[in-house]
């Protein structure tokens, strides 16, 4: 989601034994262990400063151990994942993203570079921690690397990500809305007040494609995403829901919903501006709260995209954050498991929720939990909202999860579509033409 910069190559030296081999237990150790962990949260405060605190808990329980806690942003983590786990100096405990692409879970655990966690989840009972959906969007693959979704666990999320809508709830109230919209026309018709008042609609851009294509496919099948990344027999983009959908970009770009040169808008850009408070809604995730103190946090909201399930059970883009996974010829396996376990805990969830983020592992009472960290506004709503798609909604992942190029075409194809330079069927045999031939090349 950040943009790719160059990474220097950094040494790490690790000193000291543990165990190994999935299901064992950390014997007994001699001298001092650095624990090298590998994250791809840079550029999000909230989450480093959970890790931080969860950092500092596990070190002192577990005396004679230190976290070396190496920071990247995701594109460097990705672009360089491969090389990293391929050599002689690998980080203990690394996050990996979902997917296809070459830097991703599939094509690592295709050559054998991540460790199968199923016997530590056995160990330490994973599997009720977190939801079998959850899991399987989060880290699952077949052994061979080409079918997510089903197969041996080599990741699991500590904090959740989710995909709503946002709202400027100043600017609402100022233009006479009231409510959050729940229904498409409701929606619509919020985004025709604003352009009338001179305000933009929808903050946007192309970097944005993924979620809020998926977004608009939550009112019509968000079944098909699950059926894309699932690789489901007969999955198509030439489709109806598809189509609806294309036919929304290109009606809210042409009637001038997206910010003046949205097309050229920088992704580091696009949420600060809607955060400045010209636009009424975003859609964009909960990866952003907390949000940074110059914004006040009253003045916005983050609630579901209108979808099938409407407002009681909704459906969303919702799946962890990068998984954490042990690479194969990581030097501390066992302590490794035991770090993950901690971070995925549910005593670990109350230190997630006070630092302002989505812990993937909620707690039994999360009301009560809210309330203790004194949680308000976006970050309250991000919890709530985390909550109810799990528990009574359809979580699902995102689009570009369907094929390692899918991010590059959707970028393509919204891109022109917003700006009405195709139509909404070209939109639809461009996606289709893209997962189609990654399908029948894996036949």
Not at 68 to 81: E, G, I, M, W, Y
Not at 120 to 140: E, F, H, I, M, V
Not at 404 to 414: H, K
Request: charged share 10%; aromatic share 8%.
């Amino acid at each position: 989601m950040s943009a790719l910069a160059a990474m220097a190559a950094t040494a790490v030296a690790i000193t000291g034994c543990g165990s190994t081999g999935s299901g064992g237990a950390v014997g007994a150790t001699t001298g001092h262990i650095t624990l090298v962990v590998q994250n791809g949260d840079g550029g999000e405060p909230g989450l480093l400063a959970g890790y931080r605190a969860l950092n500092k808990v596990f070190e002192e329980q577990h005396p004679g151990v230190t976290i070396d806690f190496v920071t990247k942003n995701l594109a460097d983590l990705v672009t360089t994942d491969k090389l990293q786990l391929s050599g002689n100096t690998v980080p203990d405990v690394t996050e990996i993203n979902q997917g296809y692409g070459a830097g991703d879970m599939g094509p690592l655990v295709a050559d054998h570079l991540l460790l199968n966690l199923d016997g530590y989840a056995k160990k330490y009972n994973w599997t009720s921690r977190q939801s079998p959906r959850l899991l399987a969007l989060d880290g699952r693959f077949s052994s061979n690397g080409t079918t997510f979704g089903s197969g041996p666990l080599y990741g699991i999320a500590a904090t959740g990500a989710w995909v709503g809508l946002w709202v400027n709830t100043r600017l609402a109230h100022s233009l006479g809305i009231g409510s959050p919209p729940t229904t498409m026309a409701a929606l619509n018709h919020d985004l025709a007040v604003a352009k009338a008042h001179g305000d933009i609609p929808m903050q946007y851009n192309a970097a944005d494609c993924s979620w809020y294509f998926g977004s608009l496919l939550m009112p019509l099948d968000p079944q098909l995403i699950l059926d894309s990344v699932f690789e489901t027999p007969g999955t198509t983009f030439e489709n109806q829901q598809t189509h609806t959908a294309a036919e929304t970009i290109l009606t809210w770009g042409t009637r001038g919903y997206f910010p003046p040169g949205w097309t050229a808008n920088r992704v580091t850009d696009n949420f600060n501006q809607f955060l400045g408070g010209h636009t009424l809604f975003a859609v964009d995730g909960s990866w952003n709260v907390p949000l940074p103190s110059t914004a006040p946090t009253a003045d916005f909201a983050m609630v579901p995209f209108p979808s099938v399930g409407g407002p009681a059970a909704p459906d969303a883009i919702a799946t962890g954050d990068a998984a954490w996974s042990i690479p194969a010829h990581s030097k501390h396996q066992a302590l490794a498991a035991e770090y993950i376990n901690f971070l995925t805990s549910v005593s670990s969830a109350t230190t997630w929720i006070s630092t302002g983020s989505v812990p993937a592992t909620l707690p039994a009472n999360l009301s009560a939990a809210i309330s203790a960290s004194h949680l308000t506004g976006v970050s309250k709503d991000a919890l709530v909202g985390w909550q109810q798609i799990l528990s009574k909604g359809t979580p699902v992942n995102y689009p570009d999860w369907a094929t390692p190029t899918f991010i590059v075409t959707l970028g393509n194809e919204v891109t022109e579509l917003g700006a009405g330079k195709i139509t909404p069927s070209a939109f639809d045999a461009a996606l289709q033409a893209d997962y189609g031939a990654y399908v029948k090349s894996k036949q």
